[in-house]
């Protein structure tokens, strides 16, 4: 006899009031044999009262953003399959079952809500959130080669080895694409779900700022490129070193060879410390992608500790 997977939600909230009720009663109703766990990150209205009312279990983190309330959190819940969805009810908590029977199906360790909506229906998307999701859809799945809907999405259902496998560096919204990356670099069997997506209830009040995420997300881009592709990343930056030394350089050797004299020594300086810069950087990206390999290796190990979700 086989035993129902022990399933857990985590739904991390700052000043979700209005909202959080109405989160906690759907997850319910989509799967009634979850164990729903609301974190209150230092709200300052009644939304740890109000899920703990609706039956959720409410846990708090004191350090502010996202991204530490869901390192908590998949640090100290212990389950089969995990859930991960905003506080604000505008995800489609009715997709879950879905979601979750794809993750034992497949089986797969990550399954992504990708956020549609009907096309006469009004975009719950702000114009820049869209817009900046599709650009980093496009620039991420291009760089480490697997492609993504969605990218930015806040509901996701994953296994426990993806979960115990996620270093969860990001303090605030980049978790979602340090998830994202996570998938991608680990090569984790995933798939995606259609989820329904709408607005925030009256009376409650987004959270994002669309250049100021843009730009933290952005930045975590170009630092997991750093961590995850040294060899491109390293790569590049060595060859356009290289590249100036010889945009320099390339005058001095023809005067050189004409006349036998060096008439700019301080440029033909120049232009052998770029190609010295440029040769190193190459090496560091060499010695990084190495060290790289030996660190996924690790990550691999630990992440075959666990077994993977039960049909």
């Not at 990708?114 to 820049?128: F, H, I, K, L």
Request: aromatic content about 8%; glycine content about 8%.
């Amino acid at each position: 006899m086989t035993t129902s997977p022990e399933i857990a939600a985590i739904v991390p909230c700052y000043n979700e009031e209005v909202a959080i009720g109405q989160v906690v009663a759907d997850l319910r109703a989509a799967v009634p044999e979850m164990t729903i766990y609301v974190y209150d990150n230092n709200s300052s209205d009644r939304t740890a009262e109000v899920a703990e009312a609706a039956g959720a279990i409410v846990r708090r983190e004191s350090r502010k953003g996202k991204g530490n309330v869901v390192r908590r959190a998949f640090a100290d819940i212990d389950a089969d399959i995990y859930v991960m969805i905003d506080g604000d009810d505008t995800y489609d908590a009715a997709a879950l079952p879905e979601m979750i029977r794809a993750l034992r199906e497949g089986p797969y360790d990550h399954v992504l809500g990708v956020r549609t909506q009907p096309e006469e229906a009004e975009s719950a998307y702000r114009a820049g959130h869209e817009l900046g999701n599709k650009g980093f859809n496009w620039l991420v799945g291009g760089i480490f080669g697997d492609e993504v809907s969605d990218m930015l999405s806040g509901y996701r259902v994953m296994s426990r080895r993806f979960v115990k496998s996620f270093p969860a560096a990001s303090r605030e919204f980049e978790i979602e694409t340090e998830l994202t990356v996570h998938v991608m670099s680990l090569r984790v069997p995933q798939t995606e779900v259609a989820v329904g997506f709408k607005d925030r209830p009256a009376g409650s009040e987004s959270k994002l700022r669309t250049y100021h995420d843009g730009f933290r997300i952005l930045n975590l881009v170009m630092q997991l490129i750093r961590h995850e592709r040294p060899l491109f990343f390293y790569g590049i930056l060595g060859t356009i070193l290289v590249l100036v030394g010889l945009v320099l350089g390339v005058p001095l050797i023809i005067e050189f060879a004409q006349t036998g004299l060096v008439p700019r020594f301080p440029t033909a300086i120049l232009t052998v410390a770029f190609g010295v810069m440029g040769a190193l950087t190459w090496a560091v990206g060499l010695i990084l992608d190495g060290v790289l390999k030996a660190r996924r290796e690790t990550s691999r190990l630990l992440y075959l500790q666990y077994s993977a979700p039960s049909r």
